[in-house]
């Protein structure tokens, strides 16, 4: 197991491909759920520097903190609701440029002006998201869909 991340510069994507086998060399062996969100929670923080980072677990019918970096959060986040709960119903990722335009947005934070949430699958059915906020604006697009799914792809066990 690695245990030093090794912080990349270059493009987004640059950064993404750099990290990914890091990340796989964080998982690799370890079958525990929630050490492997934690790791993976953190290896993202310290590569971007976002504003959070972390999983929402689905518990009964709502979305469960579960591992995370960053400031305290919401603990529980009905289906629907906010960015969170809607790519949880929708079944998709959810860009939010602006968190003060989102409809419904659950502000956890002040602190956090953008948003992507990631659906996590196993078996074809939504188990958790991942949820990433930046303090800035517009800081999420299609290249962190493309990577972020990739990164909940390799959850091992899912």
Known sequence: MAE?????????????EALIPQIQGLLQGENNLIANLANMS??????????WVGFYWIHDDALVLG?????????????????????????????V???????????CSSASKS???VPVFQEGNIVGVLDVDSAHLSDFDEIDQLYLEK??????GL
């Open 97 to 107: 440029p602006d968190v003060e335009k989102f409809p419904g947005h659950i502000a």
């Open 4 to 16: 030093d991340l090794n912080i990349h510069t270059g493009t987004k994507q640059e950064q993404y």
């Open 151 to 156: 990164i909940v792809g390799l959850i091992p």
């Open 115 to 117: 948003e992507i949430v």
């Open 42 to 51: 953190a290896a993202l923080k310290e590569q971007f520097n976002w504003w």
């Open 67 to 95: 591992p995370f970096q960053g400031p305290v959060a919401c603990t529980r986040i009905k289906k629907g609701r906010g960015v969170c709960g809607s790519a949880w119903e929708k079944g998709a990722t959810i860009i």
